[in-house]
């Protein structure tokens, strides 16, 4: 284990951090899958530390209630001996939006994602006569960015409509490409002077959800000291864990691999040099999730 004089300790494998904790809340996408395959070793690791340590609480941005987000997993061969339980962004956003129901809601994302609002009693509508946003991401995740909804967010900041993102990640790794997210448009929204809110990762709802299925698992209150967060987003699993004051294991081969992969594996001086840009701190590093 080499220990840097600032920044993470990077380790070679979780068989290092066994010992110390009985609880992994751990990331999906980049983490154990990129979109279209999953990641043999990741999976790997977790059905063992599930299976030797505790539970693992799959902990992910999708926009989507749970159910369907299994259907994926399933789909791309992440075997269910990998994973605990899982809660998503989804899953948490469905109480901000029922708060507002009937709306009527300007709903901005693909067809997909249709299942966030099922039996929550929305109404919905073009902007013009909507009492709220909700964003799961762009119509078209493949061809769209955020400026195509510049003019539109503008009337709608005018007119003070909240926006409820659905995913707070700004990108995420599809194959071997960034897409952008429903945190990318809730960026660009706020910066026109809008207001959003969110429910998923960093912020607190998804984490105690998260947290409460641990409990619900252990039949006993979680030690925070003994749960570590695991993923390879600094706005947000990082950001996250940090807020909580839970440990982090920052994964660098996914959103940020271009920037943190060297021809020698894990550039250590990169990550602790984009911790410390993004005031962020994360207690390990390694370059791939693996045992």
């Known amino acids: ?6 920044g993470p300790a990077v380790i070679s494998g979780l068989s290092q951090l066994a010992a110390r904790y009985e609880v992994l809340l751990c990331d999906v996408w980049g983490v154990i899958h990129n979109g279209r395959e999953s990641f043999p070793a990741a999976c790997a690791a977790l059905a063992r530390f599930r299976a030797e340590v505790g539970p693992v609480i799959l902990i992910s941005n999708a926009p989507r209630p749970h159910p369907p987000i299994v259907e994926q997993l399933d789909s791309l061969n992440v075997p269910r001996a990998a994973w605990t339980k899982l809660v998503t962004s989804g899953d948490a956003t469905r109480a901000l939006l029922a708060e507002r129901a009937p709306g009527p809601v300007w709903a901005i994302g693909p067809e997909r994602d249709a299942v966030l609002y099922e039996g929550l009693g929305l109404t919905f509508s073009e902007p013009e006569e909507a009492a709220f946003i909700c964003v799961t991401g762009p119509y078209d995740d493949e061809r769209e960015e955020p400026g195509d ?12 409509l909240e926006l409820i993102c659905a995913n707070p990640d700004i990108v995420v790794q599809r194959g071997d490409r960034l897409i952008y997210c429903g945190g990318a448009l809730a960026e660009l929204y706020d910066s026109l002077g809008g207001r959003s809110l969110m429910a998923g990762k960093p912020h607190p709802p998804i984490y105690e959800m998260a947290l409460r299925e641990a409990e619900a698992q252990l039949g006993r209150p979680v030690d925070p000291t003994r749960v570590l967060c695991v993923g390879d987003g600094l706005p947000t699993d990082v950001r996250g864990a940090n807020a909580r004051g839970l440990d982090v294991l920052f994964v660098a081969n996914g959103i940020h691999g271009a920037e943190t992969l060297g021809p020698t594996g894990l550039n250590a001086a990169v990550v602790d040099d984009l911790l410390r840009q993004s005031g962020l701190t994360a207690t390990w590093a390694m370059a791939d999730m693996i045992w």
């Open 149 to 160: 909804y510049r003019a539109r967010f503008m009337d709608c900041a005018a007119r003070g």
């Open 1 to 6: 284990m080499t220990y840097p004089s600032t």
